[in-house]
């Protein structure tokens, strides 16, 4: 009977436990997406600044 006793409050650490891992792992996926989003728009703006600036080189050069 001990045993089964012992099982039990084993079992229900594990189970306490695993929602806990399940907590972190969410919000693990939560970080992960938000830095994609971020490396998404500064790669985007990254993309544009050569072109930007191929713009300013344009209309500089012919103003004058």
Not at 22 to 38: C, F, G, P, S
Not at 49 to 60: E, G, N, R, S, T
């Amino acid at each position: 009977r001990d045993l089964h006793l012992s099982i039990r409050r084993q079992r229900q650490m594990c189970i306490r436990d695993s929602s806990g891992i399940e907590d972190k792992l969410t919000q693990i996926q939560v970080d992960i997406a938000t830095l994609k989003v971020k490396a998404g728009v500064w790669g985007g703006i990254g993309g544009l600044i050569p072109a930007i600036i191929a713009i300013v080189m344009f209309y500089a050069t012919a103003a004058k």
